[in-house]
Each structure stands twice: as C-alpha cells, then as structure tokens.
C-alpha cells in the first residue's frame, strides 16, 4: 500500500519536471544557440553540468533550505538580481561582433598598415577578448553550466516547489529527497537535450554568416527579455 501511494504521489512529480524541464527558459534558450552554433557534442558538457548542478539545488531544498528563503525573502531576490546580471553577460557574449577590427572597416582600402594602426587595433582585440569571447567563442563548459544553476531562479523556483510539494513523506527525509532529486535528473537530461537537438537542426539554415548573426541576435534579446522579467 505504501508503495503504490509512493508511486501515485510521485507521478506528479514526473508531469512537473517534464514541464519546468521542457518549456522555454535561460537554460533552454542557451542549449538552443550553443546547438547551433557547436552542435550536440560540443553542447553536452553544457548539458551535463545543467542536470548535475540541479542536484545539489533540490536536495538542499528538500533537507530545508526552503524554510530559511521564507524567512529571509530578500535572499531569494538578491538570486534573481544575481540571475538577471548573469544572463545579460550570456546575452552580451551572444552578440555579434560588429566592430571594425571585426569587419575590416578599421582603415580606408589600400592603406597602408602603420604601427599606430596596429596598437589601436591590438588594443582593440585585447580589450574585447577581456570582456568577451567573441574572438575564440566557445561552448559553456560543464563547470559554468553547473555554477548557472546557482543563480538559475527557474532552477531554484523548480527545487523548492520540488521539497514543498513533491516529497514523499513516507520515505524519510534523506532517502525522499534523494529519490525525487534522482527523478528530476532522469527527466531532465532528454527534455533539454531536445533544445539542443533543435539548434543543431536548424543549423544548417545558419550556415549563412548573416542568418547566423540574425539567430544570435534572436537568442540574445531572449536573454535579455527573461532578465528584465526578474529585475522588474
């Protein structure tokens, strides 16, 4: 009896990760744009550190974490200014580089290179290197993915509705939050796997360096707009 209505109570759980796993958010709008920018393999540390970071988020919150964010509420707000802040550097690095050291509008045609216009634009590369990674840009690797997590407010928003709701009493507290954390982790990985595997199906329709620019441009105003969503 108490296994059946472990299971029963457990079903739910199943239906929710699905949908906070599946449905549009930083961590999905990111694996998008790194899917189509680097394809699958490249993009499945970024994966795997996704689902990896959220583990210690919901057993965290199952052991009791929630209850010093209902005492504290401002905590809760400082993650989603930490969020927001983080996703507009996403959002920034998405970018294109439309610099004229980029484009190389940077002199006149036929100009001859002086050294004052190489230091200009050493100095130019150095400073956007430093600020940004449009010069090498590479994948989220699985330690910034799993770091994400931590200012992730839908992550957070997900673990602790996981603990309020999802957890089976008759289990105890430890092996409770170890069974729900291990179900959230089994769904995840498939449902944002999808939204890689959707950018790398539409890569080749960026295959245009302009398309491209335009897609980079789309993911990084959806950033953008799930940041601005938290701070206001």
Known sequence: MTDAATFNQLLPLLTYSVLMS??????NIMLTASGANFGYGRTLPHIVGLVLGQAPQIMLACIGLGAVFERYPGLHRALQLAGAAYLMVLAWQLMPDRSPCATGQGRH??????LRNFIGASLRRLSRSALRTAEAPRPMSFW???AFQSVNPKAWVKALTVASVFMPPQLGLLAG???VTLISMVVSFPCISMWALFGVAIRRLLTDARRRRVFNVIMAASLFALALTLVT
Not at 109 to 114: A, D, F, K, M, R
């Open 177 to 179: 939050a170890t069974v």
């Open 144 to 146: 910034q993915a799993v």
């Open 109 to 114: 045609e036929g100009e001859p290179p002086s």
């Open 22 to 27: 599946g449905t549009p958010g930083p961590n």
